[in-house]
């Protein structure tokens, strides 16, 4: 079972969760600058620190899967885009799905006519192919 989230594999999870050691050993980049600008800070330094090793986390899973660029480029990808052949790609990213169909006015609502592909960790695929010229 790949259970996701927020993005993150269910067996990433665990590493979010650190211990006070962990939190304690954290070096936020120009941290006691900022402690001595804003003392009012200081009573939420663990909290901050547990944050910025949540942050850190974060941005090498980022970095492991294509890098901050390819991350947000997603929108390239998924949804409905039409290719020059008149091929339609869908693609979404449903990861609690046990099924996903597309349907509408083009289909007069057939609900079963065009299944998505389950490819794996939430991300779901259908590919329509081009029409044969009946406008349908």
Not at 57 to 76: A, E, R
Request: a negative charge; hydrophobic letters at 30%.
């Amino acid at each position: 079972d790949q259970s996701i989230f927020g993005g993150i594999p269910k067996d990433r999870i665990t590493e979010m969760f650190y211990s006070p050691e962990q939190i304690n050993a954290v070096q936020i980049p120009n941290g006691e600058h900022l402690f001595e600008l804003d003392p009012w800070l200081n009573p939420y330094r663990y909290e901050i620190k547990r944050r910025y090793k949540c942050f850190e986390d974060y941005n090498k899973w980022i970095d492991s899967v294509g890098g901050l660029d390819s991350f947000t480029q997603g929108y390239k990808d998924f949804g409905v885009h039409c290719q020059p052949d008149g091929t339609i790609k869908c693609r979404e990213w449903a990861p609690g799905a046990k099924e996903l169909y597309l349907r509408g006015d083009f289909n007069e609502w057939r609900e079963f006519e065009y299944p998505f592909t389950n490819v794996g960790f939430g991300k779901w695929e259908l590919t329509i192919p081009p029409s044969d010229g009946d406008g349908k």
